[in-house]
């Protein structure tokens, strides 16, 4: 399933990109931004972050935010939706950004999936004793050794 949304692109002096996606900002009431150091990066975090919400949306069980012709999205309003002015940028454009939300979702989706692990008895005796969730707890030790926090 692809979605194709507007996305407001703006060039900064410093030569990165700010990116906003009005549509996702105003129907999930959220910072729907980001940015990038390139404008290859900025496209590439312009379809992160859509598919993020999107996929997000549909997790929750929710109806997708309907995508606004791009005629219809507008710098000024969006600008005088986050209250700047006279935003001092080079130059800023209006496309549209196609994501494929299946192929995110395969990725990165929140399905879950069945691992067995092995772990000493008395260890098993102690956390089933104390109602740990086994679940969570190799979850959260697994993104803590991933992400190195």
Same mark, same amino acid.
Not at 32 to 43: F, K, Q, R
């Given at each position: 399933?692809?979605?194709?949304?507007?996305?407001?692109?703006?060039?900064?002096?410093?030569?990165?990109?700010?990116?906003?996606?009005?549509?996702?900002?105003?129907?999930?009431?959220?910072?729907?931004?980001?940015?990038?150091?390139?404008?290859?990066?900025?496209?590439?975090?312009?379809?992160?972050?859509?598919?993020?919400?999107?996929?997000?949306?549909?997790?929750?069980?929710?109806?997708?935010?309907?995508? +606004?012709?791009? %005629?219809?999205?507008?710098? #000024?309003?969006?600008? /005088?939706?986050? $209250? *700047?002015?006279? &935003?001092?940028?080079?130059?800023?454009?209006?496309?549209?950004?196609?994501?494929?939300?299946? +192929?995110?979702? %395969?990725?990165?989706?929140? #399905?879950?999936?069945? /691992?067995?692990? $092995? *772990?000493?008895? &008395?260890?098993?005796?102690?956390?089933?004793?104390?109602?740990?969730?086994?679940?969570?707890?190799?979850?959260?030790?697994?993104?803590?050794?991933?992400?190195?926090?």
């Amino acid at each position: 399933m692809k979605v194709i949304y507007p996305v407001l692109f703006y060039e900064e002096k410093d030569g990165e990109y700010s990116v906003f996606v009005p549509d996702l900002q105003k129907a999930l009431n959220t910072s729907a931004s980001t940015c990038g150091s390139t404008l290859e990066e900025a496209m590439s975090m312009a379809e992160d972050l859509i598919a993020g919400l999107v996929l997000n949306e549909m997790e929750e069980g929710n109806k997708i935010p309907k995508a +606004s012709k791009i %005629e219809d999205v507008s710098f #000024e309003k969006l600008e /005088k939706y986050l $209250n *700047i002015e006279n &935003w001092d940028y080079v130059s800023k454009f209006k496309t549209y950004i196609s994501v494929d939300i299946s +192929s995110f979702a %395969e990725k990165w989706g929140k #399905e879950l999936i069945k /691992k067995t692990v $092995n *772990i000493p008895k &008395w260890v098993n005796a102690k956390a089933e004793s104390l109602k740990i969730n086994f679940s969570k707890t190799l979850e959260e030790a697994l993104l803590q050794k991933i992400y190195k926090e």
